[in-house]
């Protein structure tokens, strides 16, 4: 890369920093906030009488159609990543005050697929925006604290709830987490105008990452056809995720009713993504992308199928730990390995990766729903859905280690 394409200001270590900042209080906002923050809001909405199971399946199911619509949209979108992210993050804080303004379901379930639109086109706006610039400046090896901020703003919006849930309606807990959401866009909005898109990679090597692009990867190929077999894979870790994310805090509510335990839930499965990224960027800088990812499938398969073969409060807890503790590393390595494939193509190739995690997570809660009409109680029936992602996630596994070995 040609140094002199990046401006002067944006060649020190303090604008690295400053780009990690941004780019972790975007994804905090529109992850943590705009897109996850229904979990632990929804008991609280049960509480008040505004909801029930069924409407709130409505809601959840009109969010991943909105994070699979926006993903698909980005993936086809010529607008600069840091328009997307300014689009995207304005939306989120518009959005979710607005869900604590009307009382009408129909609106909740347009307001939750917009949600779900700007937090996909924050993703991958955020993806290619702020890893391009770490690439540019050679500091990649930040990402993991870019990352962090989808684990710091589900911890954020879960303590938020468990502090605040017994004093404040939930119609106010919506409106105090978008007023903590428009603090929060300030930095990104800002550096995003000042740095708009990181300077091209040049020649035939990739942008800088953290380890280096296995050999089995042709330099020069097609972006679809050597991302494809990622794709599938990060597909399968949605599948794979959904349901542990979905269903670990009415678990917990299950064996523990009070809400001072079960609510911690949500907020240690937030920390334990927040910090598997900084550490695994620490520790494994110069391990191959492939072989972290890969192993972190593993990981989350025994995360997930843990609650199916021992039911208790410990084994909640470690689910939690395992599941939170490898979403993160496995979103950020998937973009990174993506993004170093893409040859050019970031927003349109992490897009599709995107869009692969909705479909993925789409079919989980079906996948689900289906199993259980052919079992005897709907507990067995999450039992062996969970068996199924954790199968999922060990073939993808092995796929990815296979590929860095050059036989997928």
Not at 293 to 310: F, N
Not at 331 to 359: D, I, K, P, S, Y
Request: charged share 10%.
């Amino acid at each position: 890369m040609d140094t002199t394409t990046i401006p002067i200001a944006a060649r020190s270590g303090r604008t690295a920093t400053a780009v990690c900042v941004a780019a972790m209080a975007a994804l905090a906002v529109a992850m943590g906030i705009g897109r996850f923050a229904f979990t632990p809001l929804f008991p609280l909405m049960v509480r008040d009488g505004l909801l029930d199971s069924h409407a709130g399946a409505m809601l959840a199911a009109a969010n991943y159609l909105g994070y699979l619509a926006g993903a698909l949209a980005s993936s086809r979108m010529r607008t600069r990543p840091a328009q997307l992210l300014a689009f995207g993050l304005l939306g989120t804080v518009l959005i979710t005050a607005g869900v604590g303004w009307t009382a009408s379901l129909p609106w909740w379930v347009a307001l939750r697929f917009l949600a779900g639109v700007m937090s996909a086109w924050v993703l991958v706006a955020t993806s290619a925006w702020g890893l391009g610039w770490l690439a540019a400046l050679g500091r990649p090896g930040l990402a993991g604290v870019q990352f962090a901020g989808v684990g710091i703003g589900i911890a954020t919006a879960g303590l938020f709830c468990l502090l605040l849930g017994s004093v404040l309606p939930s119609s106010r807990m919506w409106i105090g987490l978008a007023a903590l959401a428009a603090l929060a866009v300030v930095p990104p909005l800002l550096l995003s105008r000042s740095l708009p898109a990181p300077p091209p990679a040049s020649g035939s090597a990739p942008a800088p990452v953290p380890v280096p692009v296995p050999r089995s990867a042709p330099a020069k190929a097609a972006a679809p056809q050597a991302t494809f077999g990622l794709v599938v894979c990060y597909t399968l870790f949605g599948f794979g995720y959904i349901l542990p994310a979905t269903y670990l805090p009415a678990l917990a509510r299950q064996l523990v009713d009070d809400p001072r335990v079960f609510g911690l839930a949500w907020p240690v499965f937030g920390a334990a993504a927040a910090l598997s990224t900084l550490i695994v960027s620490w520790r494994l800088a110069r391990a191959d992308r492939l072989v972290v990812w890969a192993a972190a499938h593993v990981i989350m398969a025994v995360g997930v199928l843990l609650p199916a073969v021992w039911t208790s409060l410990a084994s909640v807890t470690l689910a939690a730990l395992l599941v939170g503790g490898t979403f993160m590393v496995i979103t950020m390595t998937g973009m990174q390995e993506a993004r170093a494939r893409a040859e050019g193509q970031a927003t349109r190739v992490l897009g599709r990766m995107t869009a692969g995690f909705a479909l993925g997570q789409l079919a989980g809660p079906l996948a689900s729903a289906a199993i259980a009409r052919f079992t005897v109680t709907e507990s067995a029936g999450l039992h062996l859905a969970l068996a199924l992602s954790a199968l999922g996630l060990l073939a993808s596994a092995i796929y990815l280690y296979r590929y860095r070995k050059g036989n997928p």
